[in-house]
């Protein structure tokens, strides 16, 4: 005679949501893989990372909608209210995910990749302080303590390729504000994300970031025309794998988990990235990345606990 225990309906979609987010934290990671081998600037990169996603997320959303449908707890009377508000609440979103893109890449060519990566991960402190400003929410000490011994990880598993001199002053401030934006952005997305699809959120925030970001890559004069199949294959790839499976997995956890909770886990990326560059680029971690990236590990579980 065998005895199953059966964890309770909510544990089970905490524990799929929190795989979710490790799978999308991955896929991200993927992108830098990517991105090293695009033809194009980082710029016009994004734009076509959102761009062949668009009509991905679209199809996508037409088939779940039968799945997945509008939450029953909007009235029908209010399910035809809402429908002409959801791309421009939604817009918005990727308005404010295109200002993380835009500025994270122009960082890096303002500051050192170290800097740039490291100041971007800072985000979980930005979401905790608009939690609890915006949203009036309280974090438990022992959450604050993993996520300020997460952030510790991450000092030390990049902190040896920094380099805060002043001719970096100005990219070492847009890598901040890209935390800023890509802080606000996961706290927008966990707030819609409640109430639409994962493939609607998707969709019409990649339309909003695809507006913002392609008269910015004009603008700058980037090309957006790749010279070759490889070239081609690392944008598709850039955009059904980082894109569709990255940001979209995040957004489907953010329904279930969060937002502070997220940014958190999504410290796993820079993680995940140094595996992929000692796999893929025979960049060998040390032995202080090393620590870092259990003390990274620790934090997570630590502030997942208390969380």
Do not use: C
Not at 143 to 164: E, K, P, S, V, Y
Request: no cysteine.
């Amino acid at each position: 005679m065998t005895t199953t225990i059966a964890l309770p309906a909510a544990s089970k979609s905490s524990f799929f949501s929190f795989v979710a987010l490790l799978l999308g934290a991955a896929a991200l990671a993927l992108g830098g893989v990517f991105l090293r081998h695009s033809e194009l600037p980082p710029t016009a990169s994004a734009v076509y990372r959102v761009a062949l996603a668009i009509p991905i997320f679209f199809l996508l959303d037409m088939l779940a909608a039968r799945a997945e449908p509008v939450p029953t707890n909007i009235a029908p009377v209010d399910r035809q209210q809402r429908m002409p508000a959801i791309p421009v609440k939604l817009i918005l979103v990727g308005f404010i995910f295109s200002g993380n893109l835009a500025l994270y890449h122009w960082s890096m060519t303002l500051t050192t990749l170290a800097n740039s990566n490291l100041l971007a991960n800072l985000a979980p402190i930005f979401v905790v302080l608009g939690s609890r400003i915006f949203l009036g929410k309280r974090f438990k000490p022992g959450f604050l303590f993993g996520m300020l011994f997460a952030l510790t990880g991450a000092f030390i598993l990049i902190g040896h390729r920094l380099d805060f001199g002043s001719s970096y002053m100005a990219g070492n401030l847009l890598g901040l504000l890209t935390a800023v934006f890509y802080g606000s952005y996961l706290l927008a997305v966990s707030l819609v994300r409640s109430n639409y699809r994962t493939m609607t959120v998707m969709a019409w925030s990649s339309v909003g970031t695809f507006i913002v970001l392609l008269p910015i890559t004009l603008l700058r004069g980037e090309s957006l025309v790749p010279h070759t199949l490889h070239g081609v294959l690392m944008l598709v790839a850039l955009a059904v794998v980082s894109h569709v499976g990255g940001q979209g997995l995040i957004a489907y956890a953010l329904a279930k988990l969060p937002a502070a909770m997220s940014s958190i886990t999504l410290l796993i990326q820079p993680v995940i990235a140094t595996v992929f560059g000692a796999y893929l680029f025979h960049e060998y971690l040390s032995v202080t990345e090393f620590v870092g990236a259990v003390v990274i590990l620790v934090g997570i579980v630590t502030a997942r606990r208390f969380s």
